[in-house]
Structures are given as C-alpha cells and as structure tokens.
C-alpha cells in the first residue's frame, strides 16, 4: 500500500492503521479487498472526509491519498510530507510535528 499526504491546517487528530486492504481511519473501517489489478473507486464512493482522490489498484498494490491534518506546531515533514511506500500491516506512522512551545516560565532570581 502507498499513501501520499495531503496537508491541510486543521485541528483534527488523525488515526490510522492498515489491516492488508483494509485501512482503519479514527475507528472507521476502509475495506478495499474487493478491488482487482486496475480497478480505481472515485472519493465520491468513499463516504469519508479523510480521502482526497481516488483509491487505485496499479499492480495489485493499493495507491490512495489522505488529507494529514496539520497544528499549530506543524513541521517541514508535515508540511512537505514524502509518499508513504510500502506501508506495512499495522500503525501508519505520519511525520511528527515540532514540539510544543514550553509553558513554563523563567525561574525567578532571588537577590
């Protein structure tokens, strides 16, 4: 399976995991075993917000795109994501965005 990124500033969290043809969005189950060498199902069959293109089978091996929201601390990685190739059975690992800018104040000094 390869997955390419669409960024998108959003506030969404995003959870996914594949399952062979099957991708598991937030909870929500994406079979796609049904689909031969060839086949292509259009977004408007996919009944999520999640997909952003068509689904395609090339070569038996399933090529789609998902919409990777983005933070407030979103990273060059997120921003620019490379294609995911070859996603393994298993948690999608997205690139991770900056860290969290530090709450925490200064100490104060004593004199």
């Not at 969404?12 to 594949?18: G, K, N, Q």
């Not at 909870?27 to 068509?54: C, R, V």
Request: hydrophobic share 40%; no cysteine; charged share 20%.
């Amino acid at each position: 399976m390869n997955i390419k990124l669409s960024p998108q500033r959003r506030d969404d969290t995003l959870e996914v995991s594949r399952a062979g043809a099957t991708l598991i969005i937030n909870g929500e189950a994406f079979d796609f075993s049904k689909m031969a060498d060839g086949d292509s199902l259009p977004t408007s069959a996919i009944n999520s917000p999640w997909f952003a293109g068509q689904v395609d089978n090339v070569g038996g091996e399933l090529e789609l795109t998902l919409i990777l929201p983005l933070p407030v601390n979103y990273s060059p990685e997120q921003a620019f994501p490379v294609p995911l190739e070859n996603v393994p059975n298993g948690p999608v690992v997205f690139p991770a965005p900056l860290p969290e800018p530090s709450t925490t104040t200064a100490p104060e000094v004593v004199e």
